[in-house]
């Protein structure tokens, strides 16, 4: 039995699918809640798999604290999470941001994580922008409009009227979200740096990189994740 206690950490909201005696846990990406996983979870149910979808903190239904957004924060209260949920041999996809988490996560619990998928992920030295994709990011943490952009750019879609069912209810979803949350995480993973961790990242790790996502790139993905890790191999 674990008592992880570590200052600040919250109880994450949590939704459990399926009751299998593998455990897969799907962390979401910056400006998303664990609703981002909806579509791939209307589609995809594996027998013998309990999956657990986690909100953040700041996010959907998880507490909103009045600050601690940053990576090592959020890794804590993934490892509450793991003790709260008895999770011991876990499957870890995560997308974005939450990818950059999974590494993280991967490194400092080993023992636990078995698997993990990194979908588009942040890379541990930080995600290089153009100043007009810095610029597009800064305006989404306040403005609904540019947050819809970039949910739109990401899907490779145009943001027309009427939306596409699938970008309304990420839209939709990205508005349960607490201003601070965005504003203190966007630098946490833009400006990431942990690559000395990657080395202690043991379990096979399978990378999916789009080859026109518009804000990281292949080679980055190349470089700076699938490079320093073991047992990664790409998919793009």
Not at 112 to 119: A, I, K
């Amino acid at each position: 039995m674990r008592f992880f206690v570590a200052p600040q950490t919250v109880p994450l909201a949590t939704r459990v699918i399926g009751d299998g005696a593998q455990q897969a846990v799907l962390i979401h990406d910056w400006g998303m809640t664990g609703h981002s996983w909806d579509e791939l979870l209307s589609r995809w149910r594996p027998e013998g798999l309990t999956i657990l979808v986690p909100d953040l903190r700041g996010c959907g239904e998880s507490p909103r604290p009045a600050n601690g957004y940053s990576l090592d924060l959020m890794v804590d209260d993934l490892v509450r999470f793991f003790d709260d949920h008895d999770i011991d041999d876990a499957v870890v996809i995560g997308q974005g941001m939450g990818a950059a988490l999974a590494q993280l996560l991967a490194a400092q619990e080993p023992g636990r994580v078995s698997r993990v998928v990194l979908v588009n992920p942040g890379p541990a030295t930080g995600v290089p922008m153009s100043p007009a994709m810095l610029t597009l990011f800064e305006r989404a943490i306040t403005q609904p409009d540019e947050r819809l952009h970039l949910l739109a750019m990401g899907l490779g879609v145009q943001p027309e009227v009427p939306l596409q069912p699938g970008l309304r209810r990420l839209h939709r979803e990205s508005g349960n979200i607490d201003d601070r949350m965005l504003s203190e995480s966007f630098p946490a993973w833009q400006k990431a740096w942990f690559p000395e961790v990657l080395a202690k990242v043991r379990c096979p790790v399978l990378v999916l990189a789009g080859s026109h996502d518009p804000v990281v790139k292949t080679y980055v993905v190349v470089d700076e994740v699938v490079t320093p890790i073991r047992n990664a191999r790409l998919q793009v």
